[in-house]
């Protein structure tokens, strides 16, 4: 890495940041306006989309007590990813100028054994180099992708457009790059569900951190007819939702505040539909509301990919929502903002990744421009 960066201040004027490389910061609403982005396009869910195998129409909100690992051990595999991001500075060539970040992203997937214990299954990390591709020289953007080819860092277009960096509608560069780094992160995420699939089977289902709608996931899953044993959970989501409850006159619209405020602990919302019938999706609630500041703390976004377009048995649904809850036993409580939501295995396959990171003290003591 740093023969890349002498590369490029050979061959340009360089503005370094403050201390060599300043820690980009994470925007605490993006996982929520990410998932608004992914399917902006719907906003009011009216369709329930769960059929209990004795016929009994699903209500909107159903008991789901803990079922514990003892009784069922339902979820083997847990994935989550995660990314350190550093401004390095500003590059000059003649008129044009880009911001270059240095990134490392990470994905891990855990895998617990039925006596609890939990060992790595896959750990990838990568480091990305980003910059402005059109802000740059057609000679200059070459160097740069050879030198990185041989140093084994990806080099990445800031400018390049993809789901997750839109969400940022200004035009800094320098602001787009955490969406960037996202987008990369999210793909890692994607090579390593498709890589523990084939493990996978209806009693040792994969948790994801985050959306299952993102590309090429959705995709992925959707090959094969019948459900696939990966359940998205989210910890953040979107709060635009209105959802429809009954039909005719005597239905009833609420918004995502009123929905979840009246979703009692240990219990979850009947499943909506979206994307036609493509995507499942649930709310449970972990906590009890006494625990929390506001009513959407201790709740969870469930996603179940849907490739045959028909109602999921609600017998499914509250198997996998009970699992979920009795995942809420063990908390990271003051290690991260989000406890109230996180499930332990989540936290500790993310805390694998920053393990593997380089920190910030290395970052700035050795990647010197000169």
């Not at 209990?52 to 690992?69: A, E, M, N, Q, V």
């Not at 780094?181 to 523990?196: C, D, K, S, W």
């Not at 045959?308 to 649904?317: C, G, T």
């Not at 805390?351 to 000169?370: N, Y």
Request: proline share 5%; hydrophobic share 40%.
């Amino acid at each position: 890495m740093r023969h890349v960066l002498k590369t490029l201040a050979q061959e340009a004027e360089v503005l370094s940041a403050v201390g060599g490389a300043v820690e980009d910061l994470e925007r605490p609403d993006f996982e929520e306006r990410e998932d608004q982005a992914l399917n902006e396009e719907e906003r009011v869910f009216e369709i329930i989309f769960e059929k209990s195998l004795d016929g009994t129409k699903p209500s909107l909100y159903r008991p789901t007590p803990p079922l514990s690992r003892s009784k069922r051990h339902l979820f083997s595999y847990f994935l989550d990813g995660s990314f350190r991001s550093y401004f390095l500075g500003t590059l000059l060539e003649h008129e044009r100028e880009t911001p270059v970040h240095f990134a490392q992203i990470g994905a891990c997937v855990l895998r617990r054994e039925d006596n609890g214990s939990v060992r790595r299954e896959v750990l990838e990390i990568r480091n990305l180099l980003l910059a402005g591709r059109k802000r740059l020289s057609p000679e200059l953007w070459n160097k740069l992708e050879n030198a990185t080819t041989m140093a084994g860092i990806r080099l990445v277009d800031l400018e390049e457009r993809d789901i997750v960096s839109r969400v940022l509608s200004d035009f800094d560069l320098r602001n787009k790059a955490a969406g960037k780094v996202r987008f990369e992160m999210h793909n890692l995420e994607a090579e390593l569900i498709r890589e523990v699939l084939p493990r996978l089977a209806m009693d040792r289902w994969l948790v994801v951190d985050g959306s299952l709608q993102f590309q090429p996931t959705l995709n992925d899953l959707s090959q094969k007819d019948g459900i696939q044993p990966v359940l998205g959970v989210a910890k953040n989501f979107r709060k635009d939702p209105q959802f429809i409850f009954g039909r005719g006159p005597r239905s009833e619209r609420r918004s995502i505040y009123k929905l979840l405020a009246e979703l009692e602990p240990y219990h979850r919302t009947a499943a909506y539909s979206a994307r036609q019938g493509k995507l499942v999706f649930w709310y449970v609630r972990l906590r009890e509301q006494t625990q929390m500041d506001y009513p959407l703390m201790g709740v969870v976004k469930a996603e179940l990919v849907n490739p045959s377009q028909e109602p999921v048995p609600s017998e499914l649904i509250d198997l996998l929502s009970r699992a979920l809850v009795a995942e809420r036993s063990v908390t990271p409580h003051g290690q991260d903002r989000r406890w109230h939501a996180h499930l332990y295995p989540i936290f500790l396959a993310e805390r694998a990744i920053k393990e593997s990171l380089v920190s910030r003290e290395v970052v700035q003591q050795f990647l010197k421009w000169r």
